[in-house]
């Protein structure tokens, strides 16, 4: 049983930090506001930055809070474009299930830690584990990435999203891709890339301290 527990610490700890990593650019909003003048974005699409803004929040809300109709604001948007973010949508909200189901996981878990001591594998706590596995993932994804983003750009949607092209975007027809450039998309790469490492780095120092 005790086994059990330590293997299911491990996998529940690894899938809540990498679904708060994803969660970064999710839900700190003021990491897109800061592209806004960045990237020069008003410029760029001819909107204003009240306007733009107003488009992110809007996309946003109908991602990660429920009940919300879909709108992009004063940007005109088509049905393939309402349908690539129904489609986003789906994997926002399994993201946001596994990040709190692991959440209470965990908490049951450490509840239960007097009773049936620490959580180790081997020779190794059930944390660092998980903290291995969690550097192993954006290593090898960030080496792909940094060979050819555009690559890997298309190989996740051809993943995440198969059988299907509306996530090739008109701009013309759906204009809040003018305002996502996919300079902003790396830089979300690169934030859950530098949070899965942070916090797996924080695990295995925490580990090395304990020894």
């Not at 059990?4 to 996998?11: D, E, I, K, P, Y």
């Not at 299930?97 to 620490?118: C, D």
């Not at 750009?153 to 509306?166: A, C, D």
């Amino acid at each position: 049983m005790k086994r059990f527990l330590s293997v299911l610490c491990a996998v529940c700890l690894f899938f809540f930090l990498l679904t708060a990593s994803i969660g970064l650019p999710i839900y700190i909003r003021p990491f897109y506001y800061t592209h806004i003048e960045a990237f020069d974005l008003p410029q760029r699409s001819g909107y204003t930055a009240g306007e733009i803004r107003e488009a992110y929040d809007e996309v946003l809300d109908y991602l990660t809070l429920p009940g919300r109709e879909f709108g992009t604001g004063v940007m005109p948007h088509s049905e393939d474009g309402r349908a690539h973010f129904a489609d986003c949508k789906g994997l926002f909200d399994l993201n946001a299930v596994i990040l709190a189901g692991s959440a209470a996981v965990l908490v049951l878990l450490f509840m239960m830690r007097k009773q049936w001591g620490p959580y180790r594998l081997g020779k190794r706590s059930a944390p660092f584990w998980a903290a291995v596995l969690l550097l192993t993932a954006p290593i090898m994804i960030g080496a792909l990435a940094s060979l050819d983003f555009d690559r890997a750009f298309v190989i996740f949607h051809s993943l995440f999203f198969p059988g299907k092209t509306n996530w090739v975007f008109d701009w013309h027809a759906d204009q809040i891709i003018r305002v996502l450039p996919q300079e902003f998309f790396r830089n979300c790469a690169i934030l859950i890339g530098g949070g899965l490492v942070t916090m797996a780095g924080g695990i295995l120092l925490w580990e090395n301290r304990r020894k």
